[in-house]
């Protein structure tokens, strides 16, 4: 049993988290539909990313949490972002053999 006093959320806070989820679908529908080159990838992280963020915040109540709770959270956030490094790095420099800058490999080029 935990020491820590459960913190009730206001209805309120899922409300407004819910329709900022929803704002950013239909920002994510509408990115979809413009052509931003090898940036719309990108585009579509950033909006996933801030998505995630606040289902992990409010949703998952890491907000509310211990500091060893976000502690592990960013730990894995952190490790999340190395993976993404050393993607997006393969990928930039997965033409560089063959003598292109183009982006060599990626689905739907």
Partial sequence: MS????????????IFVFLALMVFTVLTVYAA?????????VLALVIACIKAS???MFFMHVYYSSKLTKA?????LC??????????TDLATRGAL???TDWVGVPGR
């Fill in 72 to 76: 592990i959270v960013i730990a894995g």
């Fill in 3 to 14: 020491n820590h006093p459960d913190h009730i959320v206001p209805v309120r806070v899922y």
């Fill in 79 to 88: 490790t999340l972002m190395i993976l993404f490094f050393f993607t997006l």
């Fill in 33 to 41: 539909t413009i052509d931003l080159g090898r940036y719309n990838i």
């Fill in 54 to 56: 606040l289902v992990i």
């Fill in 98 to 100: 063959q003598g292109t």
